[in-house]
């Protein structure tokens, strides 16, 4: 038996990460509740290890948490068996692939505040399939690979809903876009939204990145963060009041991790996305 025939057996839930080697699982210590997957099984090194409560160990240990003798057969430091439980997990990442549309066009118009300079270098398009009509389009690629569609709907009228993501329902808990562009990824700067990061980028600040939302922030982001190399993380959130209490328990978050972080803070009533490049320099400097 592997670990994934185990898992389903048992009716734990699991789901696919970033890395083929790994796989993230409900976490079975009982010490909370896990709605979004915070335990990082290594298959190679046959080791565990809760990103939110702490909870690891080696397989012994993981398989008393499900209520498993430890003695059942677990061979994952076999290669074959490494490969086949690799092979599995690389299916589960394919189950809500994403994929570009066959024909689409390039944007070449500036669009709320951005450059067409900007637009052009992440890609932005529009295309007629995929529900994507009456959409400016942004591809968000992630080590290399096409991990969902943003669109934003190009007019004023209610006719549709302002955003449409594909595929419906894509978990962001672990993308921070755009991680694959950036070249040093020891400090960067954390924003709320996609068009907070493109502001600062047309600026000049290269090292940005969009978390997709305040409530988007958790132990998977941190998991990342720390996976990458990264050690520092200015945080610059909208100045509203929401904005600037997400900040505080997103730096909470990340000093408990080991990851050194601080508060950039807007005036009330401004957001990244709405900054001039004086606003910005200042901001930075003093921040």
């Known amino acids: 038996m592997d670990l994934i025939d185990l898992l389903n057996e048992k009716n734990v839930y699991y789901k696919k990460s970033n890395n083929p080697s790994e796989i993230l699982i409900t976490c079975t210590s009982g010490e909370h509740v896990d709605k979004d997957p915070s335990l990082s099984y290594n298959l190679e090194k046959d080791m565990f290890h809760c990103w939110s409560c702490g909870f690891k160990g080696g397989k012994r240990r993981f398989l008393e948490s499900i209520g498993v003798s430890s003695a059942v057969t677990f061979e994952t430091k076999q290669s074959f068996k490494i490969q086949k439980l690799k092979n599995k997990i690389q299916k589960l990442m394919e189950l809500n692939e994403c994929t570009m549309p066959i024909e689409y066009r390039a944007w070449t118009q500036t669009y709320k505040g951005i450059k067409i300079e900007t637009l052009k270098e992440f890609n932005f398009f529009t295309t007629a399939e995929m529900g994507f009509e009456d959409y400016i389009c942004l591809p968000i690629y992630q080590f290399g690979k096409l991990k969902f ?112 972080s601080n508060i950039i803070k807007l005036p009330l009533g401004k957001d990244p996305g709405l900054l001039v490049a004086d606003e910005i320099k200042s901001l930075l400097y003093n921040g």
């Not at 950036?182 to 990145?209: A, P, R, T, Y």
């Not at 409530?215 to 998991?223: A, D, I, L, R």
């Open 149 to 260: 569609i943003e669109g934003r709907y190009r007019f004023n009228s209610k006719n549709k809903p302002k955003y449409n993501r594909k595929p419906n329902g894509v978990n962001v808990n672990n993308i921070a876009f755009p991680l694959d562009k950036l070249e040093d990824k020891s400090k960067v700067i954390i924003v709320e939204g996609i068009f907070d990061m493109l502001n600062l980028w047309q600026h000049g600040v290269k090292n940005v990145l969009c978390v997709f939302g305040t409530q988007n922030f958790g132990e998977s982001k941190v998991k990342l963060f720390d996976d990458v190399g990264i050690r520092n993380v200015q945080i610059m959130f909208d100045g509203d009041a929401a904005g600037q209490s997400a900040a505080v328990k997103i730096r909470n978050l990340l000093t408990k991790n080991n990851i050194s």
